[in-house]
């Protein structure tokens, strides 16, 4: 089962930078799970004029666990030393692809799942969480955004390594005393620092980097 709905980032350099929303206190209360049993994979991909596509899917925790056994089974065959040719059918690809980076905003792989997809051509890039929208509370009379800002409790990374850090993405500066989680190609981190008081705000990883 899948449902979808997408819209439009523009994006100045990589995976993209904006000014994006206030940083979200990651102490406040966590917005309802999606309903109907149903998980939302956001996917951002970049275009070749380098804008960025912004696509939420709901998908079953089944076909989630599928795609997960798909890269499990396609490291398992990387290890083995099995020539890449012979694996393109291992990947399950319904728009979260196995080469991608997996962020979810529950610990242990679970929750809502961002996927983040760096253009093969380029060395090096980065994305603003707080640029992404990763739910809207249908609270009345004025609906709440809440975005990836502070938010990723775990991941899974895909073929590029990279990092989670604090930055202040106005002044293009990242925080050396705040959460910053390194990471290699294909590595798991089930449990995500949720965040540090800087300057009297409790603060989260705001800001992905990927590079090859």
């Known amino acids: ?108 792989f679970t929750g809502r799942q961002l996927c983040l997809y760096k253009n093969p051509s380029e060395t090096y890039a980065f994305i603003d969480l707080g640029t992404v929208i990763r739910y809207i509370a249908p609270t009345y009379p004025i609906q709440r955004i809440y975005f990836w800002t502070g938010a990723v409790k775990s991941l899974w990374s895909g073929v590029d390594a990279g990092n989670l850090a604090t930055c202040d993405n106005t002044r293009m500066a990242c925080y050396s005393n705040g959460p910053y989680v390194p990471f290699s190609a294909y590595q798991k981190v089930d449990n995500v620092p949720s965040g540090t008081v800087i300057g009297g705000t409790m603060l989260g990883p705001n800001t992905v980097f990927l590079e090859n």
Do not use: H, K
């Open 1 to 108: 089962m899948m449902r979808s709905g997408a819209w439009l980032l523009l994006s100045a350099v990589g995976l993209g930078w904006g000014c994006g929303g206030p940083q979200e206190d990651v102490s406040q209360d966590e917005p309802p799970a999606d309903s109907e049993g149903l998980i939302s994979q956001t996917i951002i991909r970049q275009q070749p004029d380098g804008a960025l596509t912004q696509e939420t899917v709901y998908i079953t925790r089944e076909e989630q666990q599928a795609q997960m056994e798909a890269r499990e089974e396609y490291l398992r065959q990387l290890q083995s030393g099995t020539p890449r040719q012979l694996m393109a059918n291992l990947i399950i690809d319904s728009g979260c692809a196995g080469s991608s980076l997996w962020l979810f905003d529950q610990v242990g």
